[in-house]
């Protein structure tokens, strides 16, 4: 006879002790094993023996038990099946709570072997006398469509669900809409239908309409809210369905829960849009302002959450919240993320009326200590100042105060801001000027300069050394980041344009500069562009670097209208949270917030490729100063997209048939080339100019670098553009 080998460890002694004798001892040992469990140590190889202890009077015992089969269910399939029949068995138990418990676990269970066992106890707890059971089955019935939908259907468990949204218990009737709204999301999201025929898909009728208004105020809060996005999903037959909906919900905005109450803003939301009444649309607005501002005291995380929301409520409803100004003010104990999102709201709250105290609060912000905070509250002075003309004036000596307190983070971001504002309001604050220009060592980030360098070049004939201040940047060009080249390039030509005899020397060193030692293509692309202009034609470059420029303006919303109305419909989701619908960031099919933004966009994408390319074709060669003109006759720009679906590339181009894309857009670009038959191609077109380069700036001196250089003895092959 064999001696067996002594064991030892913790997983040994509580297998010891779930087989004991002794009542207390078992039920001490399942409680170590669950804490066990929670800490992420594995008890996995004690499933038999626990599973011996399921069968007990002791409610929280059996509870214990049924929380470990949960969690090692998947990992021991083949032991669940011994599980069965104390599921079965309890799930006829007089004890309410031990049936609702078995068929909770039961539908959490998750393995296949078990699925067959669960349909006839959970078609009893649907038509149990216990609403507890009821509402537990209910959620069940969701459960088990998601791992096996056809089980659901074949045994008439979804006909029971509609059946119990007459039941008598809201809360049942609370579950049952959450069961059948879960059921439906998942029917549609694999096969996206709105068809009624289909036995998932959860259609709400008048009739369903009145039950779940009934049960609204008598159910959780957890059940309110699964009703009220119910209601959201519901279309309207008339207007005065819609008014009676509103009506009925409004009350949900004093609950406690802030989820109620975002959730009741977003059905109200939803059927406003069918109210006519503009009595009745006034007081729901003005009903809907209280709520939010309660929101607002909530802890950082909700009031974050809330502000998301209202700021896209504000975008559809811009008087939602046109007195309560203040309750956005930043507390000083207030996280970045929530002041940033209060600065947001702020701005778009601003009027004429309340625009001194905004800016008073303003200017308070930006003496604080977080810096991208100040740089957030000075953006907003700017913002204020586009938005209100009538404030405009206020706005800017706010911004020279700040820049008067020599703060180097300050003042730039009040020369960035300025720029905005000159390029609103044209030649209106040009005595900020010398100001801005006395500040000009404090700036060291790109940016800031950047903005600098186009107040100069714009203004270049009212500074008197403006030549002098660029001066400074074309002897520091190749330092500089590459936006504050090309920014420096701008307005170099530009004040050479202005006062061309003044600043030959600057253009022409900058310009030698940018085409021989600067390592960035756009710059010296740039600089080739503005060279060739000079040199052949200033009027044409004054058309083009001196052209009108049509003032800013700030949009009143973020997104695309399209998509803001489907964002409302999302309110109190993360969709609201994110501003992106949740197909850009939920599941497998994410698609990106850009194609999003096309959304309810008149003309197709493929059309407006098509267009882009035919405006490409037709369009004149900016680098051609020639006198050659177009053929007459010919189709230009986009009018020519009227000949082109009649190609079979575009045709299946545009039809969405295509096999190979791409090659059918080069076959358009080919046809456009026969059918444009006085267009030259690229070097025939740009050699009659090419002579005039070798002498680009006559009249005020020569480029050694270009002149050195014969046109005419440049290969085709290596001078593509035809610049040198």
Same mark, same amino acid.
């Given at each position: ?247 009925? /919900? ?10 109620? /109450? ?125 938005? *209100? ?42 005595? /900020? ?76 060193? /900058? ?59 999302? *309110? ?153």
């Amino acid at each position: 006879m064999s001696i067996r080998a002594p064991r030892k460890g913790e997983n040994y002694e509580l297998s010891v002790d779930l087989n004991s004798e002794y009542r207390d001892k078992r039920k001490d040992a399942i409680k170590r094993v669950i804490a066990s469990m929670t800490v992420g140590k594995d008890v996995s190889g004690l499933f038999p023996d626990v599973l011996k202890n399921m069968q007990t009077d002791d409610l929280e015992q059996k509870k214990l038990v049924y929380l470990y089969l949960m969690n090692y269910a998947k990992t021991q399939p083949e032991l669940v099946i011994l599980a069965v029949n104390t599921f079965v068995k309890d799930s006829e138990d007089p004890n309410p709570l031990v049936r609702a418990l078995a068929i909770r676990t039961m539908g959490c269970l998750r393995a296949e072997k078990i699925i067959d066992y669960l349909c006839d106890p959970l078609q009893r707890a649907l038509r149990d006398d216990n609403p507890y059971v009821r509402k537990t089955a209910a959620l069940c019935v969701a459960k088990l469509y998601d791992l096996k939908p056809e089980l659901v259907i074949e045994n008439g468990f979804l006909d029971q669900l509609r059946d119990m949204i007459s039941d008598s218990n809201p809360m049942v009737v609370a579950n049952t809409v959450a069961a059948l709204t879960d059921i439906h999301i998942s029917a549609t999201s694999n096969q996206p239908s709105d068809s009624t025929s289909d036995p998932a898909v959860f259609s709400i009728t008048s009739a369903i309409l009145n039950k779940l208004l009934i049960a609204l105020n008598e159910c959780s809060e957890w059940g309110r809210v699964a009703i009220l996005n119910a209601l959201a999903r519901y279309d309207a037959q008339d207007d005065k369905e819609s008014e009676h909906i509103c009506e009925r /919900v409004v009350p949900q905005f004093q609950h406690v829960n802030g989820s109620v /109450v975002l959730a009741a803003m977003k059905v109200i939301m939803i059927h406003i849009r069918n109210v006519r009444r503009d009595d009745l649309v006034k007081q729901l607005i003005r009903k809907m302002a209280p709520p939010l501002v309660t929101l607002l005291s909530s802890p950082p995380e909700v009031q974050w959450v809330a502000l998301r929301n209202i700021n896209l409520l504000l975008q559809k409803r811009s008087d939602l919240l046109s007195n309560e100004m203040r309750v956005f003010f930043c507390k000083y104990n207030d996280p970045l993320y929530v002041k940033i999102e209060k600065l947001d709201i702020m701005v778009r709250l601003a009027s004429d009326s309340n625009v001194d105290a905004l800016l008073s609060e303003l200017k308070e912000y930006s003496s604080e200590v977080d810096v991208d905070f100040v740089r957030k509250s000075i953006k907003a002075i700017g913002q204020t100042a586009i938005t *209100i003309e009538s404030a405009a004036e206020r706005c800017v000596n706010v911004l020279l105060e700040l820049i008067n307190t020599r703060v180097s983070y300050v003042v730039q971001e009040a020369v960035v801001v300025m720029k905005d504002i000159f390029r609103k309001y044209p030649s209106t604050y040009e005595g /900020v000027i010398p100001t801005l220009c006395a500040n000009l060592e404090e700036l060291d980030e790109p940016e800031a300069k950047t903005s600098l360098i186009w107040i100069i070049g714009e203004y270049a004939d009212k500074i008197d050394n403006a030549d002098e201040l660029l001066g400074i940047f074309v002897d520091s060009f190749t330092e500089e980041s590459y936006q504050v080249q090309l920014q420096t390039l701008t307005a170099v030509v530009k004040l050479f344009l202005k006062k061309p005899d003044s600043s030959q020397g600057v253009v022409q060193r /900058v310009l030698n500069t940018a085409t021989k030692d600067c390592d960035s293509p756009d710059v010296r692309d740039r600089a080739y562009i503005y060279w060739r202009l000079l040199s052949t034609d200033p009027g044409a470059a004054k058309a083009v670097v001196l052209a009108h420029r049509p003032p800013i303006s700030i949009p009143r919303t973020t997104v695309s209208p399209a998509l803001l109305e489907e964002l409302l419909g999302e *309110i109190s989701s993360l969709a609201s949270v994110y501003h992106k619908p949740a197909q850009t960031f939920v599941g497998h099919g994410r698609v990106g917030a850009d194609s999003v933004q096309r959304k309810g966009s008149e003309i197709s994408d493929a059309q407006k490729a098509l267009q882009t390319v035919v405006a490409g074709q037709q369009a004149e060669n900016l680098l051609d100063f020639g006198d050659d003109s177009a053929q007459d006759g010919q189709p230009s720009g986009l009018a020519a997209t009227q000949i082109l679906p009649s190609t079979p590339a575009a045709a299946n181009f545009l039809s969405g048939t295509s096999a190979n894309p791409l090659d059918d857009l080069v076959s358009i670009f080919g046809g456009m080339e026969t059918m444009d038959t006085g267009a030259g191609s690229m070097s025939t077109t740009l050699s009659p100019t090419t002579t005039s380069l070798s002498s680009p700036f006559e009249g005020f001196g020569g480029s050694p670098a270009l002149s050195s250089q014969p046109a005419q003895n440049a290969q085709p092959q290596e001078d593509l553009l035809g610049l040198f």
